[in-house]
């Protein structure tokens, strides 16, 4: 008898460690520090008002992005890489379709790091949360 109470509190250990170490990698994604560099580019007024991918209404003001892969409510830091300026956009929405473009932002994300008018920019980014 003193054996099996011996098992199940050490089985009942276990469910509870996991549990604590899903969690912790749940509100981090796993992923912050995860760096990629390529092209970025903006989506606007054609999208306003429109579901994205996460479900969220597309808001041209607020800074966020869309990346093929990373979770929503993912946070990035994206650095224009020409001239340092740096955005913290989260992740709402899937794309870009372009090839050679590794993430989306807003209109308002990218005009913190670059004019609207460059439309296509090169840029580091990093999960931070």
Not at 21 to 46: D, P, Q
Not at 75 to 97: F, H, L
């Amino acid at each position: 008898m003193k054996f099996i109470s011996k098992i199940l509190i050490a089985i009942a250990a276990s469910i509870l460690i996991s549990g604590c170490s899903n969690l912790k990698s749940r509100s981090s994604n796993g992923l912050v520090g995860y760096t990629e560099t390529g092209k970025a580019s903006f989506y606007g007024m054609k999208h306003q008002n429109k579901k994205t991918a996460s479900g969220d209404v597309f808001n041209q003001n607020l800074k966020t992005a869309a990346h093929r892969k990373l979770p929503f409510d993912t946070k990035v830091k994206v650095t224009n890489v020409e001239n340092g300026k740096s955005v913290v956009a989260r992740i709402n929405d899937r794309g870009p379709y372009i090839k050679g473009r590794i993430i989306d932002l807003s209109k308002s994300a990218f005009s913190s790091i670059a004019n609207p008018a460059s439309g296509v920019i090169r840029v580091k980014l990093e999960v931070v949360d």
